[in-house]
């Protein structure tokens, strides 16, 4: 065979080389398509993504407010917010274990929270709960392929108590600080009271004086410089020893004052004994 028509082609001075930076600007150039259309690929799976848990979140912010909050008393409200929560939780963190999978309705604390208030049992079932009788008890069972939504109803439960319980915190400080400005208000409108009374007293006490003095400068007698003390008086039964060793005896009758004013004289004995 011969080869010499290629070899001449190859080898022919007259042929025309490839310009090294176009080709490099045209591989620049397809890089660049290809990365931009992975990165339009990328965004319209991620809008789509985003959009899907959108409406999820939406959905499941309308069952907490106004489906649980409002038509509920608040604080049993927000504790059944947290037992789904807990029962949320419990499968996201212990998913292969069937214990946390089911809760039963007639207990006494699901029945309060879950059971007898509006809207919570239906949130549980957009959870992913379902309910099954399994040996003749009723039980409200999580299906797996619910996780996602599981997760979801889970977040948007956080959010919701995060912003409810700061607003029921403020509540509460703003009660509490109001019930003490109350109570502050009532002791100072019953010391205002009482000393009001006080002042009333010394007044009224003041013009008692100030008319019985001017009776009597009217009448001529003197206004009594010392208060009469009416009080009875009482006297200590029993004896008492003085400085000097003297024992005086103090009788109920005053009989102590008949004794004279003299010092008491112990009688005189004989030194041999005698009388």
Partial sequence: MDHEPANQSLAAPGAARPDHDAVAAAIERRIQTEREQAAAAAAAGHATTFDGNHEKRQEFRRMIDPGILRPNPRPLALEALQTLL?????IIDHPNQAKYQRFKPTNATIKRLLVDLRGTLEYAVALGFSPQ???FQPYYIFHPRHMDNLKIGAAMIKEALD???VKEDRDQRKRAEEKAAHEAAVVKVKQAFYDDRKGRAITDERERIARAAAANRASGSPAPNV???HRPKRRMPG?????SGNIIDVDDDESAEEETDGPATA???DIDGGH
Wanted: glycine letters at 4%.
């Fill in 163 to 165: 912003r409810e319980l």
């Fill in 227 to 229: 208060i009469a003390d």
């Fill in 133 to 135: 009788v399994e040996n």
């Fill in 86 to 90: 807990k029962l949320a939780q419990n």
């Fill in 267 to 269: 009688p005189a004995h």
């Fill in 239 to 243: 004896s008492g020893h003085t400085l």
